[in-house]
């Protein structure tokens, strides 16, 4: 009897897996050295621009073509080719052509490669208390005193007068300096220490230290601020009114790194969601022959709202995928693109917020995410009463389910966090949007959203597993 009783219990109830120890040995190698793969991707990757250079570079190695040159040379669309589209060097999407009618529909990866970080203001540059100081407007949700006390690193685009391109990454060799946004000492911290965390270090306050040295004689005033021009000029070529119609981010200095003695998590800048990001890009790599369409879409602006012209709610991918369709089709119609979108099914790849044991009140421990209990299917998103929410049906996560378990995908189910504690979203929304089935599918995180975040490799390799037998379907 209590045989029977057991073998009942086994078969009725269920726990989630620890991904590791789910591995067997010789995959264990295959976890680290993707993972070795996946921070080479990150340090090439600190800004959208740099990681859509860094994405057309992989997927031209992997035999894909640029949509401009296909409709440029005129070519048809067919079974087993490999197309990307760029969206102003911040957005781009892979296709692998089907051998179905992309008008029946996709499989679609969907994924952001934004961080949240600093920008420069239009007019940063000032000089107080003979310091030389830069002024930035934060980009996404951060908590702001995370960003003092760190090295920091600029990144991005400046465009001379002439219209001459200067890009910039200062911060980032071993060799390089570093900048820096201060904080109190906490002898004299007794009116900041006295604020609510949120205010301690305002947004105003994030002003960046970047240089030190006075040069001119008494008629020049803000010498140190010539200083640093002249310095800028000298390298780059720019004057201070270039930084009017430049694009320069301001994100934490240094490479991805191995973290725990057993090396089991990295910790690393930009995490969300390049994580997702990479195994999204990985896996579309491996498809080769499909029925339908493959499709992975690495987007802009998640991190404020998916809004302007590289954010998913612009019409980039609708107008690439009319383009595929008018390729494709002896005559096109608008009628086909809304089908194609209806008919598809996505992963919305993005990470979710693990469960941290230093901070465990905030979590639903039996709905929670845990680091190394493998890739996240989260339900829906959203704030309180699931408000901005999409909401997966049961009909769809049903069908992932069954994918995963035939393609033992160690995965778990998680929300973000206590009913009424508080919410995010993703880009899940604005694909339903579409009529399409949408669910979000991804990496637990810890301290999201801060300079540096941590996850675990398994997890990662989890997510391209799923990514990837959800492709093949």
């Known amino acids: 009897m209590q045989s029977d009783l057991k073998k009942i219990h086994s078969s009725i109830t269920h726990k989630f897996k620890n991904a590791w120890e789910a591995l067997e040995e010789n995959d264990k190698k295959y976890v680290f050295d993707f993972s070795d793969e996946y921070k080479s991707f990150l340090d090439k990757g600190k800004t959208e621009r740099e990681c859509v250079k860094e994405i057309v570079t992989l997927a031209k190695a992997q035999g894909f073509k640029s949509l401009e040159e296909i409709i440029k040379n005129k070519e048809k669309i067919k079974e087993g080719m490999k197309v990307y589209a760029v969206n102003r060097e911040k957005a781009v999407v892979l296709f692998v052509i089907g051998k179905d009618k992309i008008e029946k529909g996709m499989n679609i990866l969907g994924t952001h490669i934004d961080s949240p970080r600093l920008d420069l203001k239009p007019f940063p540059l000032y000089e107080d208390g003979e310091l ?22 600029l990144h991005g685009v400046i465009f001379k007068k002439s219209g001459e391109r200067v890009d910039i990454v200062i911060g980032e060799e071993e060799d390089d300096p570093v900048f820096f946004i201060t904080d109190l000492l906490p002898h004299l911290a007794k009116d900041q220490a006295a604020k609510k965390l949120a205010d301690a270090i305002t947004g105003e306050g994030l002003n960046i230290i970047i240089g030190n ?104 991918f609708e107008n690439v995928l009319a383009e595929l369709i008018a390729l494709q089709s002896e005559a096109y119609s608008d009628l086909l693109v809304r089908r194609a979108l209806s008919n598809s099914k996505i992963l919305s790849g993005d990470v979710g ?51 995963f378990n ?67 379907g």
Not at 132 to 153: C, E, N
């Open 132 to 153: 030389a100081l830069l002024k930035t407007h934060y980009y996404g949700g951060i908590k702001k005193y995370q960003w003092a006390s760190l090295p920091l690193s």
């Open 406 to 472: 035939e393609n033992d995908v160690i995965w778990q189910i998680g929300e973000l966090g206590k009913v009424d504690q508080g919410g995010g979203g993703t880009i899940a929304y604005i694909l339903a949007n579409y009529g399409a089935d949408v669910v979000d599918c991804g990496v637990p995180v810890l301290s999201m959203h801060a300079p540096y975040e941590l996850i675990s490799k398994v997890d990662l390799y989890m997510t391209y597993k799923a990514y990837k037998s959800f492709l093949k």
């Open 353 to 403: 917020a693990g469960f941290d044991p230093n901070f465990p009140d905030v979590h639903d421990k039996r709905n929670a995410p845990y680091v190394g209990k493998g890739v996240i299917l989260v339900k829906y998103t959203g704030a309180k009463g699931k408000a901005g929410s999409n909401d997966a049906n049961a009909e769809f996560l049903s069908e992932v389910r069954r994918i």
């Open 213 to 316: 040295i006075p040069l001119g004689d008494k008629d020049i005033k803000e010498k140190v601020k010539f200083n640093v021009m002249k310095i800028l000029n000298e390298k780059y070529g720019i004057e201070e009114d270039d930084f009017t119609v430049a694009e320069i981010e301001i994100v934490p200095s240094g490479k991805a790194r191995d973290v725990g003695l057993d090396r089991s998590m990295i910790a690393a800048y930009g995490h969300d969601d390049r994580v997702c990001s990479f195994a999204a890009l990985k896996s579309i790599f491996e498809i080769e022959k499909t029925e339908k369409t493959c499709v992975a879409m690495f987007m802009d602006k998640e991190e404020v709202g998916s809004m302007g012209n590289t954010g998913m709610q612009s019409r980039f």
